[in-house]
């Protein structure tokens, strides 16, 4: 705080349970002790444990970081510097996704689930900013996809794209479907991927298949104009729902970090933060369900 407060009117502090194992604060101190060792750092005002404590507290809560600062004698600012590094630090340890599949296919995978969702940012002005108004969610915001297992473990999640971007459109730029297939992965995505089989139609000649592409895209029927779902139908897409609900778990481990609530750091650092968030939730998933 740059002015003292007036007499009788002290700061007062008050405790708050940070629901997150010990694990995952020693994983994020020893990340900073290593990158302070490395850089042969000199005194600095909070220790690497407590630098790391103040850095969860704003992932999980989101609260002000003036709030957080004041409880460390240490500005705003500060404390947007150190949750900074350690998001970077954190983002190194995210795996590629060619990695992540082939480590599915050892366990024994065949479906991956496709999804996207939105990330609500702040609305600023100019004309950068009006690509990310999502006419679909009516707010501005930025667009990631996120594949997870038939169980909804979270395994990636891709880049941050401008929040007007498709689903599909931003599945065919980040060629998904082309990754999966390399691998032998079948994709599973909603009716916002209706349409995706057509590319493996027209991929007459696939490397993979050495000849037309037998590859198999799975998305629920679409009723079309006076063409409505049969019974069959609608039978068949309430059991492919049901499958794909396990989706919604994984999206809900990593928004349960309310700093993606309403993102208020600048959007270039948004990829960053998301497989930063990326790695602490499967850390913290397998501190709590660990793998056989």
């Not at 994983?27 to 690497?48: C, D, E, H, M, Y």
């Not at 599949?101 to 600023?124: E, F, P």
């Not at 998305?219 to 049969?230: N, V």
Request: net charge positive; charged share 25%.
């Amino acid at each position: 705080m740059s002015q003292s407060p007036a007499e009788g009117f002290g700061p007062l502090s008050y405790q708050v349970t940070l629901p997150l194992s010990r694990q995952t604060l020693q994983l994020v101190a020893g990340l900073i002790r290593t990158r302070r060792s490395r850089l042969r750092s000199r005194w600095r005002k909070a220790t690497p444990a407590e630098q790391a404590l103040a850095v969860l507290a704003v992932l999980r809560h989101d609260p002000r970081l003036a709030h957080i600062g004041g409880g460390l004698s240490v500005s705003a600012s500060t404390v947007r510097r150190w949750v900074l590094e350690v998001i970077g630090l954190l983002a190194a340890r995210a795996t590629r996704l060619d990695r992540v599949l082939r480590r599915l296919v050892a366990r024994g995978g065949s479906v991956v689930l496709v999804d996207g969702t939105l990330i609500r940012t702040r609305r600023r002005t100019g004309r950068a900013n009006r690509a990310n108004y999502s006419g679909k969610h009516k707010q501005h915001g930025l667009v990631t996809l996120g594949l997870t297992d038939e169980q909804g473990r979270l395994l990636w999640v891709s880049a941050a794209l401008p929040g007007r971007t498709a689903d599909i459109t931003a599945a065919r730029r980040l060629r998904i479907r082309q990754h999966l297939h390399a691998h032998g992965l079948t994709p599973a995505g909603d009716k916002g991927f209706h349409g995706w089989h057509k590319d493996v139609r027209a991929t007459r000649d696939c490397p993979v298949c050495a000849g037309p592409c037998e590859q198999v895209v799975l998305t629920p029927y679409k009723a079309e104009a006076r063409r409505p779902l049969t019974k069959a139908q609608k039978q068949a897409n309430a059991a492919f729902a049901a499958m794909r609900c396990a989706v919604e778990g994984g999206f809900a481990a990593l928004k349960h970090w309310h700093i993606l609530d309403k993102l208020r750091l600048d959007t270039r650092h948004a990829t960053t933060l998301l497989r930063a968030l990326l790695v602490l939730t499967q850390h913290e998933q397998s501190v709590r369900d660990p793998q056989p």
